[in-house]
């Protein structure tokens, strides 16, 4: 305080002095015009700092003289500034000054005397008998220290923020004990060509079980072509009814339920293809209940699954960020327990802490097919206006249609412009390409046959089927016979090799 008097009386003598030189019309009128202007800004600065100090002000015991005295010293301190006149006083009260000025400078001084009081009445009353103040609570002089603490916790939280989940995204390629991953997009573009071509390769002495992923139970479309599909071929194809919204683990013993059921009742191994979470829940039935069912399955195909972790799901639920003082994680819980009625662990389950936990502890077999397929969203313009045709929604009123069905009217959301957005963000924030939720870097499964196709193809789009497919383009029940042909072959590849080994 007393250096913040000399520096102002300094600044004023200093002022009088180049008056003297150059008279009323240099630099006093420029500082006394500003005047209005700057007491406005402190008087905003005092009113945030003594709201923020306000609300986490801190409260202790008394037990120490030498705060007491502290207490004195600021209170005389304050009381000084505030009611001593120093030479800038005599200056400004020899020059006019508007009215508002003038209200500024009242208020300014008025707040000091009043906190002066107030700090001089706690002083005086705690030093009038220390020994009466035991155990009562006084408000503590470290605002201070409390204002710092707290802009201090908020630039950490800023940090945390915008640093987000750049230290773990792509940690699956990094780690030197993961076993590497083949690149077989060359081969899967061969078979989907001869697909497109009517030469399907997909024995009928399998049956083939298809694991949707998260928010699957509110998609009514979800992988319906694609059975269809397999059904005109003579193919046995399920898709697994699992609550999509459940844990990780609970879906696992639910698909290894499934698996056992499929193979006793059909004396069929089976084939998985599991799309998004569908493909990290049909890994972890594999890698937990491995040793039940290592005689019932052929081998594992995952599309656009977040093996790795999400960069979406960390983002949403990392603590200690900007988020927790709107309650992102208590929304989240709302969405997801409450609207949707499942479990907020089924999101937790996709952050890059909760996989690194579980793959420490749970690995895929080495001997077990496994394909991964991963895309990125296109994210131009066009793409922004397209309508993701979603469900279907029965019209009753409108009566039937001439071969006696009801009438339907298509339900069409912007999704395809969400996953578009969603992966522009991801390549501004970490340079990473991604079809909107899953970054590439992250959907690849160690040891795995890897397919790359370079069609942009968003994260949603084995989902829905857009109102404008182009006819010349694969469609998603064309891409999972040609993922699943693909299985089959490094499956036969990977015995021929295991054979060879233990002879």
Avoid at 91 to 101: C, D, L, W
Avoid at 303 to 310: D, I, L, M, R, T
Avoid at 386 to 398: F, N, Q, R, V, Y
């Amino acid at each position: 305080m007393r250096d913040a008097e000399r520096c102002i009386n300094g600044v004023g003598a200093a002022l009088v002095a180049q008056n003297d030189d150059q008279g009323f019309d240099g630099l006093i009128p420029q500082l006394l015009t500003s005047l209005p202007a700057l007491n406005g800004a402190v008087s905003c600065l005092v009113q945030t700092t003594t709201y923020f100090t306000g609300c986490f002000s801190d409260y202790a015991v008394d037990s120490s003289a030498r705060d007491l005295s502290d207490s004195v010293v600021h209170a005389q301190e304050l009381e000084t500034f505030s009611t001593v006149p120093t030479e800038d006083d005599s200056v400004i009260s020899n020059h006019p000054i508007s009215s508002e000025s003038s209200t500024a400078l009242s208020e300014s001084s008025t707040l000091a005397i009043t906190a002066s009081a107030n700090y001089d009445g706690i002083a005086r009353a705690s030093v009038r008998d220390p020994s009466e103040n035991t155990g009562e609570i006084v408000q503590s002089n470290h605002h201070g220290e409390n204002g710092v603490s707290i802009f201090q916790g908020l630039i950490k939280r800023a940090q945390r923020t915008v640093r987000g989940s750049a230290d773990d995204i792509g940690w699956l390629k990094r780690d030197p004990d993961m076993p590497p991953v083949e690149d077989a997009t060359e081969n899967f573009t061969e078979i989907l060509d001869n697909i497109r071509h009517g030469l399907h390769k997909l024995p009928n002495s399998m049956v083939y079980l298809l694991v949707p992923g998260l928010f699957s139970n509110h998609g009514p479309l979800y992988f319906v072509s694609t059975k269809t599909s397999f059904s005109k071929l003579g193919l046995t194809c399920h898709i697994a009814k699992i609550h999509s919204e459940a844990s990780v683990e609970k879906n696992a013993k639910e698909i290894k339920d499934y698996i056992e059921e499929i193979y006793w009742g059909s004396n069929k191994r089976v084939l998985l293809l599991g799309h998004s979470k569908g493909g990290v829940d049909a890994a972890a039935a594999l890698s937990i209940y491995w040793s039940d069912l290592k005689d019932k399955v052929a081998g594992l195909a995952i599309a656009q699954s977040p093996y790795g972790g999400s960069p979406i799901a960390s983002d949403i639920l990392r603590e200690g960020q900007l988020g927790d003082y709107v309650n992102v994680r208590k929304l989240m819980e709302i969405l997801i327990c409450k609207v949707i009625k499942g479990d907020m662990q089924a999101l937790e389950d996709l952050t890059y802490a909760r996989r690194m936990e579980f793959l420490k502890k749970h690995c895929l077999p080495k001997e077990l097919p496994v394909v991964s397929f991963h895309t990125e969203a296109g994210i131009t313009p066009a793409v922004l206006a397209t309508l993701s045709h979603i469900a279907h929604a029965e019209l009753p009123l409108m009566g039937t249609l001439s071969d006696g069905h009801p009438a339907r009217l298509p339900v069409v959301i912007p999704l395809g412009a969400v996953m578009a957005a969603c992966a522009q963000l991801l390549q501004v924030r970490y340079g990473q390409k991604s079809d909107g939720v899953v970054a590439r870097c992250d959907a690849e499964a160690p040891g795995s046959v890897a397919v790359r196709p370079n069609r942009k193809l968003d994260h949603a789009w084995m989902v829905y089927s857009s109102l404008n497919d182009d006819p010349s383009e694969p469609d998603a029940a064309q891409v999972c016979e040609a993922l699943l042909t693909l299985l089959v072959e490094v499956g036969q590849k990977k015995r021929r090799e295991f054979s060879m080994k233990y002879e």
